[in-house]
């Protein structure tokens, strides 16, 4: 399989899910097992419970198909945000919960994602993926690795890098208009200028 | 206290947000501004969905072969949603839309009928319940029900285009939907069952398909007490406040 081309047919699979049909997590297993494990390993850093994550991420789609909704995201980023976020509750030592644990942003904000990433996600290669992320500032990109697979927030990032909490937001917004740049989503609306250590007071309230 | 965000707030915390790397209280101002704001939030929308790139980005890691088999195997022993669900049938035709949603909140709705009556039902096998032919949730579902029905607890009749059948509020045990001869569904849609309260605040309970039985058992977990009615709708998905046509509905006090 590969990691990073996405197959048409989700929607099909999750309308299959729905109706109760077990072969088709298996499909979903065999499309994106091994890029659910990656981001549990990157989380949890031990490939045994990464594993243990993964299967109990897979069980809950299987529950909780009536929960996912297309119109916020694809089936592929739903798995994978239930992934992250219980490896971020197992490593915070925290109880998963429906209402959050298996929520992704778009749920929590209610809004709905731009397609315009999923689509960057369907169209390139893992590897372009990784050059882009690699390409950004190191502090940029440790901002994100730290919110996404260390489950941080800009506050915590902030200290944890030793910089006020605006320099810490302003570096997480900088790399993901960078990373959208990068990837040329010209569907996305133009992200204005932001210099880093912007209303650190403001984002210190 | 949660604070109250401007828009200036939502777009200054946008890649924030869109990352989920904010505190509970500043995510509930940003949604609070954003289910109100007239604000198209331009930035916040075209960084939301970036976490897709940055999951696969992640160099892939295959799991160990024995996972899939297992996962099988644990899904195969796992209902889905509230209650083990059966395919719907394609091409079944649409329920049609009898009431609006507001009119079933009214005291004209069903009233509840006496316990005998659903006693007699049961007792002369009306509804073709076949339990050897059903997982064991299901099985100790219905026993429940019968149990609960036996030692004279409350069932509330509910009715509609959709089909019949009662709440049984099987106290200190949670209650069961109890329903029989459901209309199939068309592929795609679900059952969604909502208890109301006096206000007419909808609380969502849970989804099912109705399975290949005449009965269908669904848990209902939450407490009935503080609910005036108990409804279903149909819905494509699980949602947090009714979109679809209402089937069924039944008051849960009479």
């Known amino acids: 399989m590969t990691d990073s081309a996405q197959p048409p047919d989700d929607q099909l699979l999750a309308e299959r899910l729905r109706s109760g049909d077990r072969e088709a997590l298996g499909i979903l297993y065999d499309r994106y097992a091994s890029v659910a494990m990656a981001v549990a390993v990157r989380v949890v850093s031990d490939r045994e419970l990464a594993e243990d994550l993964v299967h109990d991420a897979y069980v809950a789609v299987w529950q909780k198909i009536d929960r996912f909704d297309p119109s916020r995201g694809s089936l592929r980023s739903w798995l994978l945000t239930i992934v992250r976020n219980r490896a971020i509750d197992r490593l915070r030592g925290t109880r998963p919960t429906i209402e959050v644990g298996e929520a992704d942003q778009q749920s929590l904000l209610r809004t709905s994602a731009n397609p315009t990433w999923e689509a960057a996600v369907q169209r390139r290669s893992a590897t372009e993926l990784r050059e882009a992320l690699a390409r950004l500032p190191d502090e940029q990109r440790q901002a994100v690795e730290l919110a996404y697979f260390g489950g941080r927030t800009y506050r915590e990032i902030a200290v944890l890098t030793g910089v006020p909490q605006g320099t810490a937001n302003g570096r997480l917004r900088l790399a993901l208009g960078k990373l959208r740049d990068s990837l040329n989503l010209t569907d996305a609306a133009p992200l204005s200028v932001v210099s880093d250590g912007i209303s650190a007071e403001r984002m210190g309230r | ?254």
């Open chain 2, 1 to 254: 206290m949660t604070p109250r965000f401007a828009c200036r707030d939502v777009d200054e915390l946008a890649g924030a947000l869109a990352l989920g790397a904010v505190g509970p209280d500043e995510a509930l101002a940003a949604r609070e501004h954003l289910e109100t704001c007239p604000e198209p939030h331009g930035e916040l929308r075209s960084l939301m969905g970036a976490d897709a790139v940055l999951a696969a980005g992640a160099e892939p890691i295959q799991p160990r072969a024995g996972l899939r088999d297992r996962l099988m195997d644990s899904v195969a022993r796992t209902p889905q949603g509230v209650v083990t669900h059966a395919p719907a049938a394609p091409g079944a035709p649409v329920v049609e839309r009898r009431r609006g949603w507001l009119d079933w909140l009214s005291p004209r709705v069903a009233r509840p009928l006496a316990l005998a009556a659903v006693v007699a039902v049961i007792a002369v096998g009306a509804w073709g319940i076949s339990l050897s032919s059903q997982l064991g949730e299901r099985d100790r579902a219905l026993r429940a029900v019968a149990n609960a029905i036996a030692g004279g607890e409350v069932a509330f009749r509910v009715d509609g285009d959709a089909g019949r059948g009662y709440v049984v509020d099987t106290s200190g045990s949670g209650s069961s939907f109890v329903v029989a001869d459901l209309n199939p569904l068309p592929t795609g849609k679900l059952y969604e069952l909502w208890l109301i309260g006096p206000d007419g605040s909808p609380v969502d309970v849970g989804t099912f398909r109705p399975g290949d039985d005449a009965v269908t058992v669904v848990p209902v977990d939450q407490d009935l007490s503080g609910f005036e009615t108990f409804a279903v709708t149909v819905e494509t998905m699980r949602v947090d406040a009714p979109t679809g046509d209402i089937v069924m509905a039944g008051a849960l006090q009479g």
